[in-house]
T-cell receptor, first 111, second 113 residues
Protein backbone atom coordinates (compact mmCIF):
# COMPACT_ATOMS: atom_id res chain seq x y z
CA UNK A 1 0.00 0.00 0.00
CA UNK A 2 0.97 3.58 -0.46
CA UNK A 3 2.44 5.45 2.46
CA UNK A 4 2.09 9.00 1.17
CA UNK A 5 -0.65 11.10 -0.39
CA UNK A 6 -2.73 9.99 -3.33
CA UNK A 7 -2.34 13.29 -5.14
CA UNK A 8 1.40 13.70 -5.21
CA UNK A 9 2.92 15.36 -8.26
CA UNK A 10 4.22 12.65 -10.56
CA UNK A 11 7.24 12.63 -12.80
CA UNK A 12 7.24 9.97 -15.52
CA UNK A 13 10.62 9.26 -17.06
CA UNK A 14 11.77 6.81 -19.70
CA UNK A 15 14.23 4.21 -18.47
CA UNK A 16 17.75 5.41 -19.15
CA UNK A 17 16.84 9.10 -19.18
CA UNK A 18 17.83 11.57 -16.46
CA UNK A 19 15.31 12.63 -13.81
CA UNK A 20 15.11 15.99 -12.07
CA UNK A 21 12.99 16.34 -8.95
CA UNK A 22 12.50 19.73 -7.38
CA UNK A 23 11.84 20.99 -3.89
CA UNK A 24 11.23 24.46 -2.48
CA UNK A 25 12.18 25.07 1.12
CA UNK A 26 10.82 27.61 3.53
CA UNK A 27 13.53 28.97 5.76
CA UNK A 28 16.43 30.97 4.38
CA UNK A 29 18.33 30.23 7.60
CA UNK A 30 18.22 26.45 7.06
CA UNK A 31 21.76 25.16 6.69
CA UNK A 32 21.35 21.46 5.98
CA UNK A 33 19.18 19.51 3.58
CA UNK A 34 18.50 15.84 2.88
CA UNK A 35 16.87 13.95 0.02
CA UNK A 36 15.02 10.73 0.78
CA UNK A 37 13.60 7.92 -1.31
CA UNK A 38 10.52 6.08 -0.08
CA UNK A 39 9.30 2.92 -1.74
CA UNK A 40 5.75 1.73 -1.25
CA UNK A 41 5.23 0.26 2.21
CA UNK A 42 8.73 1.08 3.40
CA UNK A 43 10.44 3.70 5.51
CA UNK A 44 12.31 6.70 4.07
CA UNK A 45 15.80 5.94 2.85
CA UNK A 46 18.57 8.55 2.94
CA UNK A 47 19.93 9.33 -0.53
CA UNK A 48 22.15 12.38 -0.29
CA UNK A 49 22.59 15.52 1.77
CA UNK A 50 24.03 18.98 1.28
CA UNK A 51 25.04 21.82 3.57
CA UNK A 52 24.31 25.44 2.80
CA UNK A 53 27.97 26.28 2.17
CA UNK A 54 27.80 24.14 -0.97
CA UNK A 55 25.91 24.58 -4.26
CA UNK A 56 26.29 21.05 -5.54
CA UNK A 57 27.06 17.60 -4.24
CA UNK A 58 27.39 14.39 -6.16
CA UNK A 59 26.84 10.79 -5.17
CA UNK A 60 26.54 7.62 -7.13
CA UNK A 61 24.16 8.49 -10.02
CA UNK A 62 22.64 11.31 -7.97
CA UNK A 63 23.42 15.01 -7.75
CA UNK A 64 21.84 17.56 -5.45
CA UNK A 65 21.83 21.24 -6.39
CA UNK A 66 21.11 24.00 -3.91
CA UNK A 67 20.04 27.50 -4.94
CA UNK A 68 19.89 29.59 -1.79
CA UNK A 69 18.80 32.70 -3.65
CA UNK A 70 15.41 31.20 -4.52
CA UNK A 71 15.34 28.59 -1.73
CA UNK A 72 15.29 25.68 -4.12
CA UNK A 73 16.75 22.18 -4.09
CA UNK A 74 16.86 19.70 -6.91
CA UNK A 75 17.74 16.04 -7.11
CA UNK A 76 19.10 14.75 -10.38
CA UNK A 77 19.15 11.01 -11.04
CA UNK A 78 21.28 9.90 -13.97
CA UNK A 79 20.30 6.99 -16.20
CA UNK A 80 17.06 6.33 -14.32
CA UNK A 81 16.32 2.68 -13.68
CA UNK A 82 13.09 0.81 -12.80
CA UNK A 83 14.39 0.43 -9.24
CA UNK A 84 14.35 4.21 -8.91
CA UNK A 85 10.55 4.24 -8.97
CA UNK A 86 9.48 5.65 -5.60
CA UNK A 87 8.41 8.82 -3.83
CA UNK A 88 11.22 11.32 -3.31
CA UNK A 89 11.07 14.11 -0.76
CA UNK A 90 13.40 16.68 0.69
CA UNK A 91 13.92 17.76 4.27
CA UNK A 92 15.39 20.97 5.67
CA UNK A 93 17.02 21.13 9.05
CA UNK A 94 15.49 23.66 11.43
CA UNK A 95 17.58 22.86 14.46
CA UNK A 96 19.52 19.97 15.93
CA UNK A 97 16.50 17.68 16.23
CA UNK A 98 13.95 19.34 14.00
CA UNK A 99 13.34 18.83 10.30
CA UNK A 100 10.66 20.06 7.92
CA UNK A 101 9.74 17.41 5.37
CA UNK A 102 8.24 17.99 1.95
CA UNK A 103 5.26 15.99 0.74
CA UNK A 104 7.19 14.44 -2.11
CA UNK A 105 7.16 13.69 -5.82
CA UNK A 106 6.32 10.29 -7.24
CA UNK A 107 8.83 9.10 -9.83
CA UNK A 108 7.57 6.56 -12.35
CA UNK A 109 10.09 4.91 -14.61
CA UNK A 110 8.67 3.76 -17.93
CA UNK A 111 10.20 0.70 -19.56
CA UNK B 1 23.15 -5.09 11.75
CA UNK B 2 19.35 -4.71 11.63
CA UNK B 3 19.32 -0.89 11.77
CA UNK B 4 16.01 0.47 13.09
CA UNK B 5 13.29 -2.09 13.78
CA UNK B 6 9.65 -1.47 14.64
CA UNK B 7 6.83 -3.65 15.90
CA UNK B 8 4.09 -4.27 15.03
CA UNK B 9 3.95 -3.69 11.26
CA UNK B 10 0.16 -3.34 11.22
CA UNK B 11 -2.42 -2.69 13.93
CA UNK B 12 -6.15 -2.03 14.03
CA UNK B 13 -7.61 -0.48 17.18
CA UNK B 14 -11.04 0.60 18.27
CA UNK B 15 -11.53 4.14 19.54
CA UNK B 16 -10.47 4.34 23.18
CA UNK B 17 -8.13 1.34 23.11
CA UNK B 18 -4.49 1.73 24.06
CA UNK B 19 -1.32 0.35 22.56
CA UNK B 20 2.43 0.76 22.51
CA UNK B 21 4.58 0.92 19.39
CA UNK B 22 8.05 -0.45 19.89
CA UNK B 23 11.26 0.76 18.27
CA UNK B 24 14.84 -0.43 18.65
CA UNK B 25 18.12 0.50 16.97
CA UNK B 26 21.43 -1.30 17.03
CA UNK B 27 23.67 1.50 15.70
CA UNK B 28 24.50 2.95 19.11
CA UNK B 29 22.84 6.23 18.15
CA UNK B 30 22.14 8.74 20.89
CA UNK B 31 19.01 10.32 19.40
CA UNK B 32 15.71 8.70 18.52
CA UNK B 33 12.49 10.06 17.02
CA UNK B 34 8.86 9.21 16.37
CA UNK B 35 7.17 10.61 13.27
CA UNK B 36 3.77 10.18 11.73
CA UNK B 37 3.05 10.26 8.00
CA UNK B 38 -0.36 11.21 6.65
CA UNK B 39 -1.59 11.53 3.06
CA UNK B 40 -0.75 14.91 1.55
CA UNK B 41 1.55 15.91 4.40
CA UNK B 42 5.22 15.58 5.12
CA UNK B 43 6.51 13.61 8.06
CA UNK B 44 5.64 15.29 11.35
CA UNK B 45 7.62 14.89 14.54
CA UNK B 46 5.65 13.56 17.51
CA UNK B 47 8.36 13.19 20.15
CA UNK B 48 12.10 12.83 20.19
CA UNK B 49 14.77 11.72 22.61
CA UNK B 50 18.04 13.57 22.26
CA UNK B 51 19.82 11.07 24.47
CA UNK B 52 19.08 8.28 26.92
CA UNK B 53 17.07 9.67 29.80
CA UNK B 54 15.56 12.65 27.96
CA UNK B 55 12.43 13.10 25.88
CA UNK B 56 10.88 16.21 24.32
CA UNK B 57 7.73 17.12 22.46
CA UNK B 58 7.76 17.61 18.74
CA UNK B 59 5.23 19.22 16.46
CA UNK B 60 2.22 16.96 17.17
CA UNK B 61 2.57 15.38 20.66
CA UNK B 62 -1.05 15.48 21.83
CA UNK B 63 -2.50 12.04 22.53
CA UNK B 64 0.90 10.35 22.74
CA UNK B 65 3.47 9.47 25.37
CA UNK B 66 6.97 8.10 24.95
CA UNK B 67 9.53 6.19 26.94
CA UNK B 68 13.25 6.01 26.24
CA UNK B 69 13.74 2.64 27.87
CA UNK B 70 17.50 2.51 27.28
CA UNK B 71 19.87 3.68 24.58
CA UNK B 72 18.49 1.13 22.09
CA UNK B 73 14.74 1.39 22.64
CA UNK B 74 12.19 4.17 22.29
CA UNK B 75 8.48 3.36 22.59
CA UNK B 76 5.40 5.37 21.65
CA UNK B 77 2.17 4.90 23.57
CA UNK B 78 -1.36 5.81 22.61
CA UNK B 79 -3.38 5.83 25.83
CA UNK B 80 -6.82 6.28 24.27
CA UNK B 81 -6.72 5.92 20.50
CA UNK B 82 -8.76 8.24 18.29
CA UNK B 83 -9.56 7.99 14.56
CA UNK B 84 -7.36 11.07 14.00
CA UNK B 85 -4.40 8.92 15.02
CA UNK B 86 -4.86 6.66 12.01
CA UNK B 87 -1.51 7.04 10.30
CA UNK B 88 1.78 5.41 9.44
CA UNK B 89 4.29 5.78 12.26
CA UNK B 90 8.03 5.83 11.70
CA UNK B 91 10.80 5.61 14.22
CA UNK B 92 14.20 7.06 13.36
CA UNK B 93 17.59 7.40 14.97
CA UNK B 94 20.63 9.58 14.49
CA UNK B 95 24.01 10.36 15.94
CA UNK B 96 23.48 13.90 17.13
CA UNK B 97 26.97 15.08 16.30
CA UNK B 98 26.52 14.31 12.61
CA UNK B 99 23.15 16.08 12.39
CA UNK B 100 22.08 13.57 9.77
CA UNK B 101 18.69 11.95 10.14
CA UNK B 102 19.50 8.95 8.01
CA UNK B 103 18.02 5.87 9.59
CA UNK B 104 14.30 5.14 9.62
CA UNK B 105 12.42 2.01 10.57
CA UNK B 106 9.98 0.24 8.22
CA UNK B 107 6.91 1.82 9.80
CA UNK B 108 3.78 0.77 11.67
CA UNK B 109 0.50 1.22 9.84
CA UNK B 110 -2.17 2.00 12.45
CA UNK B 111 -5.90 2.19 11.81
CA UNK B 112 -8.24 3.44 14.53
CA UNK B 113 -11.90 2.62 13.93
Amino acid sequence: GESVGLHLPTLSVQEGDNSIINCAYSNSASDYFIWYKQESGKGPQFIIDIRSNMDKRQGQRVTVLLNKTVKHLSLQIAATQPGDSAVYFCAENKGTYKYIFGTGTRLKVLA
Amino acid sequence: NAGVTQTPKFQVLKTGQSMTLQCAQDMNHNSMYWYRQDPGMGLRLIYYSASEGTTDKGEVPNGYNVSRLNKREFSLRLESAAPSQTSVYFCASSEVNSGTLGDFGPGTRLTVL
